[in-house]
């Protein structure tokens, strides 16, 4: 499907250039921790497994030997009832709804849960994330967008992709891979374009943009190690991590045989854009946040989610909206 999408994108452009040269509730006494030596593992895991579902159809069967691994771990793979009954609840102590819960498919629910200690006190952290088990999962979302230079520049000085980003909590997510820093025309097509130098003047140019978004959601629910989730447990921690991979489509082209055919050239970037404490940094922000609560702050940050991202492009920029499954409350 993906393959086809891609296809009739390119097919028109081509057209178009010819003329343009455990678990909730129930048994809690048998909940699995995940132990301290297989944490890393995991979490290389979920990184792994959120890079490889950009192209879900493409990396199926390996993403499904992942999921494999991770029951193996200790990781536990949950309803959607059991989501709803933990995001959706009334939690008393608080008095606030953490989440809206829809019926959907496309999303695959895990719990991990962990043992960690801070300031002197030993927590059960239960990790909960939604991930993608489809192409048109949720969370997932493709985007187009044709963006136009219309005055000149060197191509050192033409820039062709930028990304910013903002949390709900309004602190700079971190953003890895290809896409840290900004890129310049002759980052992108110095490899693929003939003749193209740091001083080659670039001007009237029309770029396709196909943007895909996968996004991993992560809940972290925290207690005293031992007690009963019921009760004991408060959200510490609500974000998300976006899997970022845009294809830049360059219309050109080529001489055959004395003719001038419509061509195109094609670089794709990849990328993160991770919410704050995200990676790894969630543990001590849940625990500090249960710590703030049991002496008296009820007030407390713990929603970090990305909602929307800003794609800077040749000409212009668009706000692309980051693929949720949860509306998360302030």
Known sequence: MKKMKWICIVTFILLESAFISKVYGAEEGENVIVSEDNVERVDYL?????????????NEQEIKNID?????????????EEVKQKLGKEDN???LLRATVLPTKGIAWTSTRQITVYRGKEYELQII???TTAADSPLHEMYTTVSTK????????????????????GQNPQIGGEITALKTFYDVFKSTLSGLS?????????????????????????KYSGALDTGNQI???????????????????????????????INKIRGTITSPYYDGGYIDKASNNFWEYKNGNSMFNYIFFISRIT??????SVNLVVPTYNVPLG
């Open 46 to 58: 979920f990184e792994l497994r959120g890079e490889l579902a950009v192209d879900f159809e493409a």
């Open 68 to 80: 494999q691994e991770l029951q193996e771990l200790g990781v536990e793979f949950i309803s959607e």
């Open 93 to 95: 102590k608080k008095n």
């Open 129 to 131: 994330r939604g991930v």
């Open 150 to 169: 219309s005055n000149s520049t060197s191509s050192i000085a033409t820039n062709i992709l930028q990304i910013l980003a903002l949390s709900v909590a």
């Open 198 to 222: 740091t001083t080659s003047v670039i001007g009237g140019v029309q770029a396709t943009y196909v943007t895909e978004i996968t996004t991993e959601e992560i809940f972290v629910f925290i």
């Open 235 to 265: 959200m510490g921690y609500m974000g998300n991590k976006v899997y970022y991979e845009t294809g830049i489509i360059l219309p050109s082209i080529i001489m055959v045989n004395g003719v001038g055919k419509p061509d195109l050239k």
């Open 311 to 316: 794609q800077k492009m040749i000409g212009g």
